[in-house]
């Protein structure tokens, strides 16, 4: 079993930033991946980011996006506190959702939300305009 916990959602207006923390505990996925998926009202939920969880060699990439967050996002991990961490930047309005962090035992097809196998509570992210 896994537990995944986010925090750092909020409000906040457009253009600003925010850091979503997620920290997992129980079981671990040594060739596994961690993502953040979001959900907007009325709207399917929308693969975000992702971040595998053992590095790779340098011919493939650890982190992965949507279009519509690169270059603003930023996903990354902290070994040591078990955290995964996503940096938003430059948000607009359209980037307002629930945020969730999920955990998966596969490191492929990581934009596909329904393989992701745990999912934390969610932590709400609205941005004014």
């Known amino acids: 079993q896994v537990q995944l916990v986010e925090s750092g959602g909020g409000l906040v207006q457009a253009g600003g930033s925010l850091r979503l923390s997620c920290v997992h505990s129980?079981?671990?996925?040594?060739?596994?991946?961690m993502g953040w998926i979001r959900q907007a009202p009325g709207k399917e939920r929308e693969f975000v980011a992702a971040?595998?969880?053992?590095?790779?060699?340098?011919?493939?990439?650890?982190?992965y996006y949507a279009d519509s967050v690169k270059g603003r996002f930023t996903i990354s991990r902290d070994d040591a506190k078990n955290t995964v961490h996503l940096q938003m930047n430059s948000l607009n309005p359209g980037d307002t959702a629930v945020y969730y962090c999920?955990?998966?035992?596969?490191?492929?097809?990581?934009?596909?939300?329904?393989?992701?196998?745990?999912w934390g509570q969610g932590t709400q992210v609205t941005v004014s305009s």
């Open positions: 129980g079981r671990t996925f040594s060739s596994g991946a």
């Open positions: 971040i595998l969880l053992s590095d790779t060699t340098a011919y493939y990439a650890n982190t």
């Open positions: 999920a955990a998966r035992s596969t490191n492929y097809r990581l934009w596909v939300t329904e393989e992701y196998e745990y």
